[in-house]
């Protein structure tokens, strides 16, 4: 009889710690769920987030708890500013329907960003046809400036492989002119509350879209400027071309083509 009684409180005792821990392992494979959401959804803001920002300031702000301002990553730097963009774009862009026009552009895009990031460069926005990008201007990169002119070259032979799909098609081929400075400027997340950009800023960029707007004048497709001529790799294959002024520029800019 006491026997019966001390199995019975003993089952009694083992069903509510078997109870006890199923509940414990609900408690676990919810929190477990709840984790892996939250794993996806941080991923999923840091593919955001680095559209507007490199993944280096992302990582920067996560890790130290920043709220994102110009305040937290601005920083001046000497970079190099590449700026890039379509010859005869308004013409073309008369001319085909605008879902052909869209679909051209982002191939061109595409493959001119890859060029970019193959080179240690940063795309910074897409100015209409235009593409502003920067090398050494998210960490120090004492090759900046040959990265950016190997850049240049790979995004002429990027252009002249999608050229040969393009005519394949039966659709104009494009033709690029790309401006390349180095120089002083303001590094870091630049905008408004409800926007904001990673960005540099400064004469540095202004003088690269100039130099660009100078490739139509000189008939080349890559001009660098003289303070960039003088940090570069001497392999490079440059031709002077003779200066011209531009504007916003007191002295006539001296440039040389790339030649390869």
């Known amino acids: 009889m006491i026997r019966g009684a001390l199995v019975g409180a003993a089952l009694i005792v083992l069903a509510a710690l078997a109870g006890a821990l199923y509940q414990q392992w609900r408690r676990a494979a919810g929190l477990r769920l709840q984790l892996d959401a939250a794993t996806l959804e941080l991923q999923q803001l840091q593919v955001a987030c680095s559209r507007l920002a ?19 990553t601005a920083e001046r ?12 774009y308004t013409a073309m862009s008369e001319r085909l329907e605008p879902a052909v026009l869209a679909r051209v552009l982002n191939g061109y895009f595409q493959r001119m960003s890859d060029a970019i990031h193959q080179h240690r460069g940063h795309v910074s926005t897409f100015l209409g ?3 502003l990008a920067y090398f050494g201007a998210i960490q120090p990169n004492p090759w900046q400036c040959d990265d950016a002119v190997r850049a240049a070259l790979a995004m002429r032979a990027a252009l002249e492989a999608y050229n040969v799909e ?46 660009q707007g ?47």
Request: glycine share 12%; charged share 20%.
């Open 54 to 72: 490199p993944a280096g300031v992302v990582q920067r702000l996560v890790a130290d708890g920043t709220t994102p301002s110009a305040e937290a």
């Open 166 to 211: 393009l005519t394949a098609e039966g659709l104009p081929a494009l033709a690029l002119g790309v401006g390349i400075h180095r120089g002083p400027g303001l590094a870091g997340l630049i905008g408004a509350r409800e926007r904001m950009e990673y960005g540099f800023v400064g004469s540095t960029v202004n003088l690269a879209a100039r130099v």
């Open 129 to 131: 046809d235009g593409i």
């Open 77 to 88: 730097k000497v970079a190099t500013a590449l700026f890039a963009d379509l010859v005869g």
């Open 214 to 260: 100078l490739t139509r004048v000189h008939q080349v497709d890559i001009l660098v400027t003289e303070a960039l001529r003088a940090e570069l790799d001497p392999h490079f294959v440059l031709t002077p071309m003779p200066p011209e002024t531009v504007k916003g520029i007191v002295e006539a800019v001296v440039t040389y083509a790339v030649k390869g």
